[in-house]
């Protein structure tokens, strides 16, 4: 399973940004999906994730209410619409799928089996 993240950038303090992750090379559907982040100097750590078929969501206390996580299995992508950026959101963002366990929601990453290469988000203040 190939996952290609794409839509980072830089953006102001207060603003929006949507990413989104396109897999290929597998059963996307199958597949719980999430998003992770790291900044510099920082442990990756998790952001969001939705399981497969009808996609239950899970956030992490810092994103919850600003961030929304969807996926289109029709498209083979999995998208994270964030909102009300600020500067701690700076990080890169990668997407990553669970392929063992995909009925669950897990915000660890080692039950992820396979990665994107990242997409990096600078909020400027």
């Known amino acids: 399973v190939q996952l290609q993240a794409s839509g980072g950038g830089l953006v102001q303090a207060g603003g929006s940004l949507r990413l989104s992750c396109a897999a290929s090379?597998?059963?996307?559907?199958?597949?719980?999906m999430g998003w992770f982040r790291q900044a510099p100097g920082k442990e990756r750590e998790f952001v969001a994730a939705?399981?497969?078929?009808?996609?239950?969501?899970y956030y992490s206390d810092s994103v919850k209410g600003r961030f929304s996580i969807s996926r289109d299995n029709a498209r083979n992508t999995v998208s994270l619409q964030m909102n009300i950026l600020n500067s701690e959101d700076t990080a890169v963002y990668y997407c990553?799928?669970?392929?063992?366990?995909?009925?669950?929601?897990?915000?660890?990453?080692?039950?992820?089996?396979?990665w994107g290469q990242g997409t990096e988000v600078t909020v400027s203040s």
């Open positions: 939705i399981s497969w078929g009808v996609g239950r969501s």
């Open positions: 090379g597998g059963t996307f559907s199958t597949y719980a």
């Open positions: 990553a799928a669970d392929k063992r366990t995909p009925a669950s929601i897990s915000k660890a990453s080692d039950e992820y089996d396979f």
